[in-house]
């Protein structure tokens, strides 16, 4: 052991020590900043004993990201299912206040308890135009209210379609970014350059990506990584792969969505393929767009044709004429429809003008009858013309609670009076809600849980890097202090030659 | 191992949970304040189906509270009126049987039966909000024709027509006082009666339908709600009201005199039956409406209750909730100041 050699040691001891304090000080900046992982200096000592940095690693837990990267995917899901179920329900006001749900409410259930109330009052007074009015007035309310539901549940269903369009730009977007921070990994593992903080940005890239579609991923050896969706299909491997979706431009009640695909694989929307996605916000805006919200309008199509069948007026003479739609009526209308969803019905209800007054109409064919074909002796159920003839009012009342048969792609009972149907069908939506929130809940917990994990795992503690800088500080002291005295025996060393 | 937090899952983690007590408290707040769930079909679920059913009960309740007191309101005027006719046609029997014991004063007979026939018509005209009372399901007809209306109506027009085929002459036609008893007597029983009969009835004194007003009285129920001026007691009483106003009762011989009064006394003893009768029907509906509003009246309570059983939070719960979360929330305040103050830095 000579003299300079340990002067060379102290000197490469300083350098380790610096470039320690860089970390330390990169770990310092990065404290607050969600995603990154606490640096690791990598140490060796050479043969002559000298310290020297020969990498970076970082703190990670693959386990950990791989359950936030689920948990991600399955809140992103429910979130996406329980927005478009509130915005239906916010339309049709159920969570609004009020002294009762029905009471403030848009809702058809709603719409078809006021029309019966109003048809109660009209009974009591029959001679009464202004209870007629209020009767007629009801009846369009409940016609509009159909039609609002529908065209809300349609809305909602483009809205789906355009957040999904979104959404597979974004899963593009981040493909593309990942594939640059990809070969930039495999480049910089192979120079055993420092690529942590690109690991850092690749896994939220993936934490990004996960919210979009549910995804499984595999590290090769050389740091590249390829990514499968959780159905299976390959998402990433050494390039992105194509995804695309082609947008629906306007909905109706029949319209079907398109699917997304990968590669030309449907792995997002109806009929699911075996290699559908099964998470993520993708799979859950579909399953709004392609199930719950079409579901929800079946059964106001259904309230919709139950309505038309209830007020429908039947021959009143014996002479076989057929039972046309009444108070109630769409474009097209023959004959009064049979049992069987009519898609689109909501959207098509109409009270029917013969009995409006500001369509040229009479609302006291709602008393008399004749709505359906004004002037034809078969429909008129006040055959003397009465005014206190309160009968056929009575029996729309009755046929509001009547039982009649409904369709079973409604999903809900399949004998049922319309008001009561109209209230099952609220009661369906709001246990779907119930259903998918109660499941967005919990999974926000375990996103907020295993992100905590995650960071607790993976990130920087300052007090711990405050501690590190210490001893730092003090190895580096030593070190200068050793450089000092290695200096002075020198110096002692060139006076004693002098002299 | 146990595992060191990092910097950033602390203050996250406080940030976190400070939010979702703040949303609780919100919620907790508005529920304290409004009684209900802040979200209830959250709360609810599938239940909303029955709660809204409820609601839709409650409301056709309420509806049918209000229409059950216009039939109410209905049925006291029928009743005032029944009784109104009783009182007076129980007064011109009296009248009619002193007559026929001491002869009595005849043209103060026909006096009281023209008032009597006059009332008998207003009474059943009455209305109540525009629509006739006893016009059955015509509401907006006047049901009795005014016999003393000028130009003469068809009722009078009638009687005047079978007089003078039956006798040859009018009623004012002083020659009147040569009609012998049994001739009256068969005038009043066969040609007479004859306009008093349904058809004539119809046609000549009544708009009203034979059909009552039918209603809604509870859910379950609906019935006739009025009494029609058809009833065979008005016609009676009116045939014995014209019967002594309008046969030239004054004029006539002593013996067809009596014969019109004790005829006339006939018919209004059954026209005071069948209004009793009348009466005792329009009680009984009146009974069941009643009946009926106390039945609904412990449904409504049901309805309520359980409507509140679905929709409804405790409050003394939501205030305990409230003054829990709020508590909740000044702990994590203090909480993370603390820990905020709690770092290395500080001490090097």
Excluded: C
């Excluded at chain 1, 079409?294 to 007026?313: I, M």
């Amino acid at each position: 052991m000579t003299l300079s050699l340990a002067g060379l040691i102290a000197n490469e001891s300083l350098g380790a020590v610096s470039a320690q304090t860089g970390i330390v000080s990169r770990n310092i900046s990065g404290a607050s900043v969600q995603g990154y992982s606490a640096k690791i200096p990598q140490l060796v000592t050479s043969d002559h004993g000298t310290p020297s940095i020969v990498g970076v690693a970082r703190q990670a837990d693959s386990a950990l990201l791989k359950s936030l990267l689920a948990a991600n995917a399955e809140q992103a899901g429910s979130t996406a299912v329980s927005d478009g179920l509130r915005r239906i329900e916010q339309f049709l006001n159920v969570a609004l206040d009020g002294p009762s749900a029905v009471d403030s409410s848009a809702s058809p259930a709603a719409a078809i308890s006021n029309l019966s109330s109003a048809l109660q009052a009209y009974s009591a007074s029959p001679n009464d135009p202004i209870a007629a009015d209020n009767a007629l007035a009801r009846a369009k309310d409940l016609a509009k209210s159909l039609n609002g539901a529908s065209g809300m549940i349609q809305d909602v269903r483009q809205q789906a379609d355009q957040s999904i369009q979104q959404s597979v730009a974004h899963v593009n977007d981040v493909l593309a970014k990942f594939e640059r921070v990809n070969k930039d990994i495999v480049v910089g593992m192979a120079a055993k350059a420092d690529v942590t903080d690109m690991l850092d940005e690749r896994d939220r890239l993936l934490s990004e990506l996960s919210t979009e579609i549910g995804i499984a991923t595999v590290q090769r050896p050389s740091g590249d990584m390829v990514i499968y969706t959780d159905g299976g299909v390959t998402l990433f491997e050494m390039t992105p792969r194509a995804v695309s979706f082609q947008p629906t431009p306007s909905f109706a009640a029949a319209t079907p969505g398109a699917g997304v695909q990968i590669d030309g694989v449907r792995v997002v929307g109806a009929p699911n393929s075996q290699l559908a996605a099964r998470s993520g916000r993708l799979v859950g805006l579909a399953q709004l767009r392609d199930e719950l919200a079409p579901r929800f309008q079946t059964q106001v199509d259904e309230v919709a044709r139950g309505l038309v069948q209830a007020f429908s007026e039947s021959d009143q003479t014996g002479s076989g004429a057929p039972t046309l739609p009444g108070l109630f009526t769409y474009d097209g209308a023959t004959v009064s429809p049979g049992p069987g969803a009519i898609t689109g019905l909501a959207a098509r209800i109409i009270v029917n003008p013969t009995v409006d007054p500001a369509q040229g109409g009479d609302s006291s064919r709602l008393r008399d009858g004749g709505a359906s074909s004004p002037g034809a002796p078969e429909y008129v159920y006040n055959a003397t013309g009465a005014s206190g003839f309160s009968d056929r009012l009575l029996q729309l009342v009755d046929a509001l609670a009547a039982p009649q048969a409904f369709d079973a792609a409604a999903g809900l009972r399949l004998q049922d009076s319309v008001a009561s149907f109209a209230a099952d069908s609220m009661g369906w939506l709001a246990a779907q809600r119930q259903q998918v929130e109660t499941k967005q809940t919990f999974q926000s917990a375990v996103v907020n849980q295993t992100s905590q994990a995650l960071s607790n795992a993976s990130g920087v503690n300052l007090d711990d890097q405050m501690s590190k800088m210490l001893a730092l500080e003090n190895s580096y002291q030593a070190s200068a202090k050793l450089l000092a005295a290695v200096n002075a025996m020198y110096s002692t060393l060139f006076e004693a030659i002098r002299v | 191992m146990t595992s060191v937090p990092s910097t950033y899952a602390l203050s996250s983690s406080f940030r976190a949970s400070l939010l979702e007590i703040e949303t609780q408290l919100a919620r907790a707040r508005q529920e304290l304040s409004t009684g209900r769930h802040a979200d209830v079909s959250l709360t609810a679920g599938a239940a909303v189906a029955r709660d809204v059913h409820l609601g839709a009960r409650l409301d056709q309740l309420n509806t049918i509270f209000e229409t059950n007191k216009i039939v109410g309101a209905r049925l006291d005027t029928t009743q005032i009126a029944l009784s109104s006719l009783t009182s007076t046609a129980a007064d011109v029997r009296a009248t009619l049987l002193r007559a026929l014991s001491d002869g009595g004063d005849r043209k103060a007979i026909v006096a009281q039966a023209r008032l009597a026939l006059a009332s008998f018509t207003a009474t059943l005209n009455q209305t109540i909000g525009g629509d006739y009372v006893f016009g059955g399901e015509n509401l907006d007809a006047a049901p009795a024709a005014d016999y003393f209306a000028a130009p003469p109506s068809a009722n009078k027009l009638a009687l005047d027509n079978a007089f003078l085929s039956a006798f040859g002459m009018t009623q004012s036609d002083p020659a009147a006082a040569s009609i012998s008893a049994p001739a009256m007597e068969s005038f009043l029983s066969v040609e007479m009666s004859a306009l008093f009969s349904p058809p004539n009835w119809a046609a000549d004194w009544s708009q009203a339908s034979d059909e009552p007003l039918l209603a809604r009285i509870s859910f379950f129920k609906t019935t006739s709600v009025s009494i029609t001026a058809n009833d065979p007691a008005f016609r009676e009483l009116a045939m014995g009201y014209t019967a002594l106003s309008d046969l030239s009762l004054d004029a006539l011989s002593d013996d067809a005199g009596d014969a019109v009064i004790r005829t006339a006394a006939q018919h209004i003893d059954r026209a005071l039956a069948g209004l009793t009768k009348l009466q005792a029907a329009a009680g009984g509906m009146q009974a069941e409406v009643e009946s009926a509003n106390r039945t609904m009246t412990v449904q409504q309570g049901l309805f309520l209750s359980q409507i509140a059983s679905i929709e409804g939070v405790d409050p003394t719960e939501a205030a305990t909730r409230v003054n829990g979360l709020m508590t909740q929330i000044e702990i994590a305040y203090t909480l993370t100041a603390k820990i905020q103050q709690l770092s290395l830095v500080k001490y090097l």
